[in-house]
Antibody
Framework: EVQLVQSGAEVKKPGESLKISCKDS????????IGWVRQMPGKGLELMGI????????RYSPSFQGQVTISVDRPISTAYLQWSSLKASDTAMYYC???????????????WGQGTLVTVSS | DIQMTQSPSSLSASVGDRITITCRAS??????LNWYQQKPGKAPKLLIY???NLQNGVPSRFSGSGSGTDFTLTISGLQPEDFATYYCQQSYSAPLLTFGGGTRVET
């Protein structure tokens, strides 16, 4: 079973950069999609973007295009979510999740990391 | 973009109740619809995929139905551990999936 382990909580100031990680501790990054999901305090789930571990094909949801960068380091089975200049509104819990797809073409997030809390405050 | 609208946004229920949550897509998505459960401070958990297929280990009191634009999640015989927030998600536009706004089930 895929086990995704995320990096620890972060406290940053506005304008600072940040890169958080998500490591597959059980398997190598055999070809699958890894997504990043934002959950702002008291709010719902939003898929920010998703990356395919096989060829690093990356797709961003329109609201997040240009706001973050998603990458993967396949040899160490780790995906990343990166900001170049944080804002207070980036304060949220961030989850990585594996997108499973079956032979019938149905996709779903079947394995999730534990979440990384990012707090941006001056 | 495909928008997903859930109703109600919250509901009050008691142990043993049968509850239904509705999810509507802004365009037809066939049966490409998933449901997740999230408890406070925890990551979401997949309950149902492809509208009506229970993920391994999910109790049979959970069921899903629907097609096209309208879908439902039903919990028959609510248990104490079922008080949580539930999200639908369309996978028609995979790999970019979108979530509904969530339904909080509270006592």
């Amino acid at each position: 079973e895929v086990q995704l382990v995320q990096s620890g909580a972060e406290v940053k100031k506005p304008g600072e950069s940040l890169k958080i990680s998500c490591k597959d501790s059980e398997y190598s990054f055999i070809n699958y999609w890894i997504g990043w999901v934002r959950q702002m305090p008291g709010k719902g789930l939003e898929l920010m973007g998703i990356i395919y571990s096989g060829d690093s094909d990356t797709r961003y949801s329109p609201s997040f295009q240009g706001q973050v960068t998603i990458s993967v380091d396949r040899p160490i089975s780790t995906a990343y979510l990166q900001w170049s200049s944080l804002k207070a509104s980036d304060t949220a819990m961030y989850y990585c999740a594996r997108l499973h797809f079956d032979n019938s073409g149905y996709y779903r997030f079947d394995s999730w990391g534990q979440g990384t809390l990012v707090t941006v405050s001056s | 973009d495909i928008q997903m609208t859930q109703s109600p946004s919250s509901l009050s229920a008691s142990v043993g109740d049968r509850i239904t949550i509705t999810c509507r897509a802004s365009q037809t998505i066939s049966n490409y619809l998933n449901w997740y459960q999230q408890k406070p401070g925890k990551a979401p958990k997949l309950l149902i995929y492809a509208t009506s297929n229970l993920q391994n280990g999910v109790p049979s009191r959970f069921s899903g139905s629907g097609s096209g634009t309208d879908f439902t999640l039903t919990i028959s015989g609510l248990q104490p551990e079922d008080f949580a927030t539930y999200y639908c998600q369309q996978s028609y536009s995979a790999p970019l999936l979108t979530f509904g706004g969530g339904t909080r089930v509270e006592t």
